[in-house]
């Protein structure tokens, strides 16, 4: 069975997780990137279970989410499977250079600026909506009508290890304290997981502590539940 990897820009397209669990199929992988604005669109993909991985932005700047998106592209085509494709989810039409590359090595990659659900007879098929060979196509809802969330399949539940270390921090904050620097806080969280730096986990317990209301983030710097004053 071929295996799909997905590489979604945060930035510029929000697809649904149900798709994104539909594209990835029994063996796939989504590699999620984001920047400071797209934390709070974190939860509902983490959702999906630990086949999904959470990429952030080391250094904000222009086309600095590009970067990171191709070199892990490079990364994942390196380990490359039999088969296996590659679909970058970005309106974004600097991945094509990468893109059209990759191919001339042989590589099955490429890019959608929609992804809808995926029927059954497409799951094994190869890729049509390809902006490299179609004209890019807008989407609008209909006058008119409103786009509601999908509701998450029941079955699914965040990696335990996840809430865990979200349960710890907000103990840690009562006994510890409050740090009083993003960047503090990363270390925090960092030091839960050990030595070996971990940044999509980093950033999964972040999303969970800001989508439970204990914190938020604005402008790099982090505000605590009653904003109150951190010790």
Do not use: C
């Not at 049509?128 to 196509?137: A, E, G, I």
């Not at 503090?184 to 030595?195: D, T």
């Amino acid at each position: 069975m071929s295996k799909t990897y997905l590489l979604i820009d945060l930035q510029n397209r929000h697809p649904a997780p149900e798709d994104v669990a539909s594209w990835m199929g029994a063996n796939g992988e989504a590699w999620i990137f984001f920047g400071e604005h797209e934390i709070g669109l974190l939860a509902q993909y983490m959702e999906l279970g630990d086949r999904v991985s959470l990429v952030d932005i080391s250094k904000p700047g222009k086309n600095s989410l590009d970067f990171h998106l191709v070199l892990y592209l490079g990364y994942l085509v390196g380990r490359h499977e039999p088969r296996a494709r590659f679909v970058i989810v970005a309106a974004d039409g600097d991945y094509d250079p990468a893109i059209l590359h990759a191919r001339s090595k042989g590589r099955q990659v490429e890019r959608v600026e929609v992804l809808g659900p995926l029927p059954d007879e497409r799951k094994s098929a190869p890729i049509q909506q390809d902006p490299l060979s179609q004209p890019s196509r807008a989407f609008s809802p209909p006058a008119g009508e409103a786009i509601e969330p999908i509701p998450l399949a029941p079955n699914i539940k965040k990696p335990k290890f996840i809430v865990q270390i979200s349960s710890e921090i907000r103990k840690d904050f009562v006994e510890a304290g409050k740090p009083k620097t993003l960047s503090a806080l990363e270390k925090r969280i960092q030091w839960r997981f050990g030595p070996e730096p971990v940044p999509d986990k980093v950033a999964e317990v972040m999303t969970v502590l800001v989508m439970s209301g204990e914190l938020r983030i604005s402008n790099g710097s982090v505000k605590y539940r009653n904003h109150n004053t951190p010790d």
